[in-house]
């Protein structure tokens, strides 16, 4: 996780002569994001899908979907916390890599 690494994204853009698409890459420092989950007290005070939001950043994919897809309404109807749902779910084998510190509690 350390180190400059970069993301990319895509622009559409309709022209004259029909849809034009570009490649954007955006570098950033990931060690310097997960310091500043730490050090800004986000991690602490954003709640359990902070947790989930950092291993989106390390692994550069989103993980919300398949939390709501399993999750969302169980913990709407309080059958289980968000935490606990959060904590399962960070269990999944192919999550595993992008486990650990900073700040981490399973």
């Known amino acids: 996780?350390?180190?400059?690494?970069?993301?990319a994204t895509a622009r559409f853009t309709w022209t004259r002569d029909g849809w034009q698409s570009d490649i954007i890459r955006l570098p950033y420092d990931i060690a310097q994001?997960?310091?500043d989950y730490v050090e800004s007290g986000f991690l602490d005070e954003a709640g359990p899908?902070?947790?989930?939001m950092?291993?989106?950043l390390r692994r550069a994919g989103g993980l919300i979907y398949?939390?709501?897809k399993r999750y969302q309404d169980a913990v709407l109807a309080e059958e289980?916390?968000?935490a606990e749902s959060v904590r399962?779910?960070?269990h999944d084998e192919d999550l595993r890599p992008f486990l650990?510190?900073?700040g981490w509690t399973l």
Do not use: F
């Open 33 to 35: 994001t997960e310091r």
């Open 66 to 68: 398949r939390w709501a």
């Open 80 to 82: 289980i916390d968000l």
């Open 88 to 90: 399962e779910l960070l």
């Open 1 to 7: 996780m350390i180190g400059i690494r970069g993301r």
């Open 100 to 102: 650990g510190a900073p």
């Open 49 to 52: 899908l902070a947790q989930l």
């Open 54 to 56: 950092l291993v989106e």
